[in-house]
Each structure stands twice: as C-alpha cells, then as structure tokens.
C-alpha cells in the first residue's frame, strides 16, 4: 500500500533541506512544532523522518550533478589520487588569487558516488577561502570522519554534513576524504610556484 507523506511531513524535509544547503543547524524544537500538534504526532510515521534520508538525496545530489567539475586549463596547482580498495580516481585543480586565497578549485573524477560529491561538497566550500581557511577546514573534516565518530558536525559545514554518516563506515571513509587530501598536495603545488605537474596520492 501506497505511503502518502503527511503534509507537515513535507514541509519539514524542505525545511531541514534547505537549512542543510545553507549551512544551518537543524533545531530539534523546529522540528517538534512539525512534526506534533497538541502533544500528539500528526500520523503513524511522521515522527520517523529520515534524516540520514535527507543527507542521500543531498549526496546524490552533487553526485548526480557535481559542481565545478572540470579540468583548470594552466592551474597552478594539480594533483591526481586514487584509492585502490574501491577504484576511485580524482584530479584536484587549483588557482590561486592575488592574495593567496582559493580562487578557484576544480576536479575530475572517475569515482564512486560518495568520493564524486564530497570533490563537489569541497570545490564550493573552499572557493574564496584563505589558505588557512581552506587547509583549517580540510583538516576539521577528514579528523570529523577518521578519528571523531560521535563528534556533533559543525555548524559551518553546509552540505559536509551529510557525508558524517560515512563515519559509520570506515571502509568508505577514505572514499569522502580522497579528494581532501588531493586538495592539500595541489594547494601545495600552487604555492611553491613550481609547473603543476600532478602529485599522486594513493
């Protein structure tokens, strides 16, 4: 039998959707006056939405039309990276501006769903960033999904959030955090000045 969403239901995924793509955290209080009317919950199922439900759509979402996707012609920085364990391959792109910030970041990628959002998640977030603003962000991420399992995401993480639930899966952890670290190695590249040759990461 059909499952028709209740219409609060509806809303409150627009809600948290549009919270999560902002970078807004999602108050629990916000989400009772959704979901409970009167103290009592609006329909059988409505009090069961699926949060991690949510963030998928977020991940398939990039992965299904990644931003910034594309070769850099002369980028000052590259770097390719692979992860054997699930054949992913990405190609980091960055340009930096008069200043030293990011000015722009690009990828490539022949890549799993979850490797191919987080490049595009990264691309966004980092782009006009400073160095340490990108490197200090890059960092809180990958220690976010390597060493901190019960850790609350931060509150500027935006679409980060919804690669937290790789924590629950560290065979695939590596997956979210490849294009990171091949960020780092091609930021690197375009500081020193030196041709972009690709450094690969593995």
């Keep these: 039998m059909l499952k028709v969403a209740h ?8 809600f948290v959707y549009r919270r999560v793509r902002f970078g807004c955290s999602v108050p629990r209080v916000a989400v009772d006056r959704f979901l409970f009317l009167d103290g009592q919950a609006l329909s059988p199922h409505v009090a069961d939405v699926d949060f991690e439900e949510l963030y998928q759509e977020i991940l398939m979402d990039h992965a299904k039309r990644p931003r910034n996707h594309g070769k850099i012609a002369d980028a000052q920085g590259h770097s390719h990276a692979d992860n054997p364990l699930c054949g992913d391959e990405v190609d980091i792109y960055v340009n930096l501006d008069e200043s030293g ?3 722009d970041v690009g990828f490539e ?20 960033l400073n160095t340490e603003g990108a490197l200090d962000l890059s960092k809180r991420f990958v220690d976010l999904l390597v060493q901190d399992e019960e850790g609350v995401v931060p509150k500027d993480f935006g679409d980060l959030a919804a690669l937290a639930g790789v924590r629950k899966f560290p065979m695939r952890t590596k997956c979210a955090t490849l294009p990171w670290h091949a960020f780092e190695a091609a930021l690197e590249k375009a500081q020193s000045g030196t041709p972009a040759v690709a450094e690969e990461i593995s």
């Design 7 to 14: 219409p609060r239901e509806v809303l409150l995924r627009g």
């Design 101 to 103: 910030g990011i000015q």
């Design 109 to 128: 990628a022949q890549a799993c769903s979850i490797c191919t959002a987080s490049a595009s998640i990264m691309s966004q977030k980092l782009k006009k």
